[in-house]
């Protein structure tokens, strides 16, 4: 496959092909240990990197893609619950306030509108239409990320199109059992609690027993988010060896960035929204897109720093063992 990063030799020079070799051929074994590299150092050459790179400009194709996907996604997923959770309305319900604590309000009204109205006309040939129709949207926004995070790397992608496709759909299929699997704990944490009301008498039980299951659900939810940052990192560049990693700096970075910049994003359209005064019944839209703009953002810029600690500390190898440059032997005298 030769995309985006068909021009990344020869904008590199040869010592900088010779340090991202190292970084493809070489992972360190914890990215948490800096290798005597400053932190500064890690920050000024992530900050570079991210301009060289362009992230900002393939976060917003990242936030095209996502939105590319969102409707597919939903259509299928109204389709099973319009089949199958029309008698479990509170499961619908608990899945919604999960999606309102990082979704903007505004954004997720007009999620709301085009779900309810998928709902309506819900049958079982819709869900096969609709899942593998969202399985295939996500998937183009997968291979976003595989061209992007090649190109963080700076890595001439090897695969063909159609073996890039079948890993960037793999890769989807695994991301949407983990996210499956995270709202499924907090379903879990939110039942046992509900029969924690049920079952138990003691009002000290019932409440220790309620913080105790949502608390746990929420953990394992998180640490499942942080795995499927994990399995992108490990999977979506071509690297020519890989080194499995469940928790990085950049991940985590990346996670914490995009709970505060969703968090201040929900603050910023609390008191002053002014989407709607200026994008009119677009308003709505552009705030999604914003979203997941700031969601492809993060997820990039986790990649930066990890690749970039990684170049650091690969340049800090090649200094350690390059030869010594040659000089004037003691004892000659010039002409």
Partial sequence: MTGA?????????RRQRRIWEIVSHSPLESLWNLQSVPVRVVAQRTWKAVNADRLFGHAAELGFYFLFALFPTLFCASSILGLSARSAPQVF????????????????GAVLDTFNETTAAASSGKVTLGLVAAIWS????ISAIQD???????????????IARLHAIGLTVVLTIIVGLGLACLLGGDFIAALAQVELHHRFLIVSTSVAAR????????ALLDFSFAVIYYWAPDSKKRRWHWLTPGGALGLLGWLLASLGLRVYLHYFDTYSLTYGSLGAVI??????YITGLMLLLGAEINSEIEAASAEMRLNLHAPPVPGPEIGTTGL
Avoid at 138 to 141: D, M, P, Y
């Fill in 215 to 222: 608390v746990m659900g929420w953990i394992v939810a998180g």
């Fill in 287 to 292: 705030i999604l897109l914003t979203w997941f």
């Fill in 148 to 162: 992007t995070l090649n190109i963080v790397y700076k890595i001439e992608d090897s695969r063909s199109y159609f």
């Fill in 5 to 13: 990063s068909s021009n990344v030799d020869q904008q590199l020079n």
């Fill in 93 to 108: 319900d608990k899945l919604l306030d999960y999606l309102a604590l990082v979704i903007p309000t505004s954004a997720l």
């Fill in 138 to 141: 996500a998937s183009v926004g």
